[in-house]
């Protein structure tokens, strides 16, 4: 098992921190706002890669679980992760190891965007399925509903942001010296 260093707990506490910055900007519209949250789950998978993406991610869920007002609206608590948009939540742990382990295989830096957005678009996937489960699970409204509610209105957003987390992760990845885990 390998240490964790300093270094590799600063960048891991950095998009932890980003994603709840992330968090505070939102477009309160139905159950679920529109956050740029997602940008840095993608990000922490595709410049950390999976072990430490996913540590960020679990890093800010858990904060926001013990009560801090960090998930978006300013909420917090176990409440939360039990509520409606726990599964979203949830699916940004699981997101960002996925697109993590997959951005760990890329080696041609010319296709590198175009790989950054084909993980990515699986990384959405992933976090719409955990979070309209949980969706259909606590409010019972039925498939067609959830997704109406808990996906369609975020998918143009999530496109774009992954465009933008694709291009800055190309950039990122060149800058940010991390050594293997």
């Not at 590198?112 to 489960?133: D, M, N, P, R, S």
């Amino acid at each position: 098992m390998h240490r964790i260093t300093i270094h590799q707990m600063t960048l891991v506490s950095l998009f932890a921190a980003l994603t709840i910055i992330g968090a505070f900007i939102s477009i309160p519209i139905g159950l679920v706002p529109i956050s740029l949250q997602n940008l840095f789950v993608f990000l922490s998978g595709m410049v950390l890669g999976s072990k430490l993406g996913a540590l960020s991610q679990l890093i800010y869920v858990l904060l926001g679980a013990v009560g801090l007002p960090i998930f978006s609206g300013y909420k917090g608590g176990p409440g939360v992760l039990v509520g409606p948009t726990g599964g979203f939540l949830m699916g940004f742990v699981i997101s960002a190891y996925i697109i993590g382990k997959l951005a760990e295989k890329l080696t041609n830096a010319k296709t590198k965007i175009w790989c950054y957005f084909a993980i990515g678009l699986l990384g959405i996937f992933i976090i719409y399925i955990t979070g309209v489960a949980q969706l259909l699970l606590i409010t019972k409204v039925g498939l067609r509903k959830a997704i109406l509610a808990g996906v369609l209105p975020f998918l143009p957003g999530d496109f774009l942001k992954l465009i933008i987390a694709s291009f800055l992760a190309v950039r990122l990845k060149a800058v940010v010296y991390l050594p293997e885990v």
